[in-house]
């Protein structure tokens, strides 16, 4: 079985800083790309940020320059540092991690999201 825990989102406070955390745990045998997503109320989720296991990101156009994603394979974390916040930041965030828990077959899992609101 695999989990990934998020950790870290809470309120922020407009042009401020947070940062959030997924850890996986479990039976795992690699993980290959880890992101966020996220889901502002009333629409659908939406793409985040990526990075690859050696370290490539992509990131939304919406987010680029303000935001950064990181990974620490050693602790099967992953990581994303918000900066500049504004009010359209708010959703509730999740992470996705593709894990093989085998050498021949690899799986999606996300996390339980933790909430983001951005507000003065």
């Known amino acids: 079985q695999v989990q990934l825990v998020e950790s870290g989102g809470g309120l922020g406070q407009p042009g401020g800083s947070l940062r959030l955390s997924c850890a996986a745990s479990?039976?795992?045998?690699?993980?290959?790309?880890m992101g966020w997503y996220r889901q502002p109320p009333g629409k659908q989720r939406e793409l985040v940020a990526l990075?690859?296991?050696?370290?490539?990101?992509n990131y939304a156009d919406s987010v680029k320059g303000r935001f950064t994603i990181s990974r620490d394979n050693t602790k099967n974390t992953v990581y994303l540092q918000m900066n500049s916040l504004t009010p359209e930041d708010t959703a509730v965030y999740y992470c996705?991690?593709?894990?093989?828990?085998?050498?021949?077959?690899?799986?999606?899992?996300w996390g339980q999201g933790t909430q983001v609101t951005v507000s003065s």
């Open positions: 996705n991690a593709n894990i093989r828990r085998s050498a021949w077959n690899s799986n999606n899992y």
């Open positions: 990075i690859t296991k050696v370290g490539t990101t």
């Open positions: 479990g039976s795992i045998f690699s993980i290959n790309d």
